[in-house]
């Protein structure tokens, strides 16, 4: 979605999103005759399938025109009341989502977590966060793909993304 990243200015932090926004500050963008969440849009795309609506998209680091994936998990509304406390605790994250696909492979076949840990700069509590789905629990690997032949009714576990508790460090 060229047209979507056109709208996006990348820093080392956030990814602000300098597209349309809504009343309340939160940035918005029209696909398909239907206006989304930025930030929906940002995680859809990467990880090649629908969101639930009844799920919300919310941010790690506070601020709401933010659309970097790894900034952004999903989740109930009430998890909204806690985004800004937990925005001021969890500090920078070092992960991609490519690590963290990496690291479950790594974990997989077989590799001590201790060096997992080791070769990605993180402790072995986050490598043991990321393999029980504690983090990155939101990141789907699955083969299934947005398309119009998918029941709609299919559940959030069937989708694969789960709304892990942010607990980042
Ligand atoms: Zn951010």
Known sequence: MERFWSKVRKTDGC????????????GRFWREGRLDGAPRVSLELLIQHRIPRRLYILHRCGNPLCVRPEHLYVGRQSDNMRDAAIAGTLGCQKLLPEDVLAIRKMLARGV??????????????????????RTWG???????????AQPKSQSVAA???LQAPPRQV
């Open 15 to 26: 990814w602000w999103w300098t597209g349309g926004r809504t009343e309340n500050g939160h």
């Open 138 to 148: 939101w990141l789907t690997t699955r083969e299934s793909r947005i398309s119009p």
């Open 159 to 161: 989708l694969g993304i």
């Open 112 to 133: 001590h977590p201790d060096r997992v840990a080791n070769e990605f700069g993180i402790t072995t509590r986050n490598v043991y966060m990321i393999l029980r789905g």
